[in-house]
């Protein structure tokens, strides 16, 4: 009922930025939250941002001044500024979102995933 479409991965050298994008979709009452996780090759996937409907954010650590999550008016597309990119960041980055679906669907709670995008940064 709810679909995640992610775009703006790619390959890019160390120090440079990438926007990743996501639209989310379906039959949507209301967005929680929303946000990227990225989960790196033999690694759990981890949080990068989120950000709620109220416009709260929520950084990991190591996307904290480097990173910027924001969304349009919207609030069904989120938008992922990643600048000062290091090798440490090739990920495969995924798009989260939680919230309510609409009355057809009885107001149920949805947590949906995105397919994911890659992200690869070269030395």
């Known amino acids: 009922q709810v679909q995640l479409v992610e775009s703006g991965g790619g390959l890019v050298q160390a120090g440079m930025s990438l926007r990743l994008s996501c639209a989310a979709s379906?039959?949507?009452?209301?967005?929680?939250?929303i946000g990227w996780y990225r989960q790196a090759p033999g690694k759990q996937r981890e949080l990068v941002a989120t950000?709620?409907?109220?416009?709260?954010?929520n950084y990991a650590d190591s996307a904290k001044g480097r990173f910027t999550i924001s969304r349009d008016n919207a609030k069904t597309t989120v938008f992922l500024q990643m600048n000062n990119l290091s090798p440490e960041d090739t990920a495969v980055y995924f798009c989260n979102a939680k919230g309510r679906l609409s009355l057809s669907h009885s107001l149920s709670p949805f947590d949906s995933w995105g397919q994911g995008t890659q992200v690869t940064v070269s030395s």
């Open positions: 379906g039959s949507i009452l209301t967005i929680a939250t």
């Open positions: 950000i709620s409907n109220g416009g709260t954010t």
